[in-house]
Nanobody, 125 residues
Framework: AQLVESGGGSVQAGGSLRLSCAGS????????MAWFRQTPGKDLEAVAS???????SYADFAQGRFAISKDNAENTMYLQMSSVKPEDTAMYYC????????????????????WGQGTQVTVSS
């Protein structure tokens, strides 16, 4: 199973960015998928998840600013980031697991077996 992120880059505060996570070797979007982020010296932080039925969950900081979605035909998950802030600067990772529904544990790093290599997002003030 392989997950490949793309779409990261530099953006000014208040701007928008869309991250993508493409799955290969297995139908990733059929299962629970999630976005995490990490800044140097800190633990991975859950951002959002989406399950088989496209039900979503968001961290408090992401609610209202970020939107997670997926395209089953493309086997790709997205994270639309809007009204970004300098504190959104981080390496963003996508993750997946072979369970259909994410459930209450969607924000646990241990719940996911497959991870991408990450894409860097830098927000300047």
């Amino acid at each position: 199973a392989q997950l490949v992120e793309s779409g990261g880059g530099s953006v000014q505060a208040g701007g928008s960015l869309r991250l993508s996570c493409a799955g290969s070797e297995y139908p990733a979007t059929t299962y629970c998928m999630a976005w995490f982020r990490q800044t140097p010296g800190k633990d991975l932080e859950a951002v959002a998840s989406i399950d088989r039925d496209a039900r979503t969950s968001y961290a408090d900081f992401a609610q209202g600013r970020f939107a997670i979605s997926k395209d089953n035909a493309e086997n790709t998950m997205y994270l639309q980031m809007s009204s970004v802030k300098p504190e959104d600067t981080a390496m963003y990772y996508c993750a997946s697991d072979r369970r259909y529904w994410c459930g209450d544990g969607w924000n646990s790093v241990k719940a996911y077996d497959y991870w991408g290599q990450g894409t860097q997002v830098t927000v300047s003030s």
